[in-house]
């Protein structure tokens, strides 16, 4: 069982940017794959970022490679998403979830944080 709780969302203006921190609990933090979803109202859930357990290979969705960096500690038990050269099209709540290495589907979410981006 893994609980994650997600911080660091808030306003800010256009071209200004965030990082996000999603603390879990649990002693197998480092056997997780973990990811940053966003939605917007009226809008489909997207995975945004991704990381291995490892941190070794990551993903990025089109619309933010060059301008969000994930990154996990395993020693805070952390997973990280540093947002750069923020738009208003990345308005929209940010949720972290979890999944064991061996499984597809994301078992794990947290609450999820609100990210406003002003134009």
């Known amino acids: 069982q893994v609980q994650l709780v997600e911080s660091g969302g808030g306003l800010v203006q256009a071209g200004g940017s965030l990082r996000l921190s999603c603390a879990a609990s649990?002693?197998?933090?480092?056997?997780?794959?973990m990811g940053w979803f966003r939605q917007a109202p009226g809008t489909e859930r997207e995975r945004v970022a991704s990381i291995t357990w490892s941190g070794g290979v990551t993903y990025y969705a089109d619309s933010v490679k060059g301008r969000f960096t994930i990154s996990r500690d395993n020693a805070k038990n952390t997973v990280y998403l540093r947002m750069n050269s923020l738009k208003p099209e990345d308005t929209a709540v940010y949720y972290c979830a979890a999944r064991p290495a061996t499984v597809i589907t994301y078992d794990y979410w947290g609450q999820g944080t609100q990210v406003t981006v002003s134009s």
């Open positions: 649990g002693r197998t933090f480092n056997t997780y794959a």
